[in-house]
C-alpha cells in the first residue's frame, strides 16, 4: 500500500508509512553509497523489492513512497549542504567520512528532512533517534546521533528554536 491509494489511512497508519519511509531512506543512502549506484536505480529497487514486499516469509512495511522518494532527492541534490551541517555538528578533527557508514546515511536522510520538509524539527531528531536505535541496539550512538541531529536542526530551523 502506498500514500497514493484511494484507501483512507488513518494518522497512526500515515505516520507508521513516514517512519518506514524514513527507515529505507536510511537504508537507500547506504546503499547508494557502497554499491556506487544512481539515485533513479535505488528508488526503482526499494519499490520493487522492498516496499510492501515478502522476502523468507518476512513482510516489509509499506511506506509513504512520495516521503520516500522525497528525502532521497533532498539527501542527493543537497548532500553537500547536509554533509556541511553534518561535520559542524561533529567534534573537531572527525570529519563525516570517518563516521560510519550507517550514520552517515542516517544524518543525511535526517538533513533532508530538516532542509527539505515542512516536518517539525523536534520530530525529524525523535524519528531518526528511533531509526538509530534500530541500527545500534546498545544504545551508546543514540546521545551521539541526538547530540548531532539537535545541532543540524538548529541551524537548517532556528526558527523552530526561537
Not at 64 to 69: A, K, S
Not at 97 to 115: H, K
Amino acid at each position: 500500500m502506498t500514500a497514493a491509494k484511494s484507501m483512507k489511512l488513518t494518522a497512526a497508519q500515515a505516520r507508521r508509512m513516514r517512519t518506514t519511509a524514513r527507515f529505507y531512506a536510511v537504508q537507500a543512502l547506504f546503499q547508494m553509497e557502497a554499491a556506487e549506484v544512481g539515485l533513479e536505480t535505488i528508488i526503482e529497487e526499494f519499490l520493487t523489492h522492498r516496499v510492501g514486499a515478502v522476502i523468507d516469509g518476512v513482510r516489509f512495511g509499506d511506506a509513504d513512497v512520495p516521503h520516500f522518494r522525497n528525502l532521497l532527492g533532498v539527501a542527493v541534490a543537497e548532500q553537500a549542504l547536509i554533509d556541511q551541517m553534518t561535520h559542524r555538528a561533529l567534534v573537531a578533527r572527525w570529519p563525516i567520512e570517518r563516521i560510519d557508514p550507517t550514520l552517515r546515511a542516517l544524518f543525511r536522510a535526517a538533513g533532508a528532512e530538516l532542509v527539505g520538509a515542512d516536518t517539525p524539527p523536534k520530530v525529524t531528531i525523535t524519528e531518526y533517534l528511533e531509526i538509530a536505535k534500530a541500527f545500534y541496539p546498545d544504545g551508546k550512538e543514540a546521545k551521539f546521533v541526538n547530540g548531532v541531529l539537535d545541532h543540524m536542526a538548529r541551524e537548517a530551523r532556528p526558527d523552530a528554536f526561537a
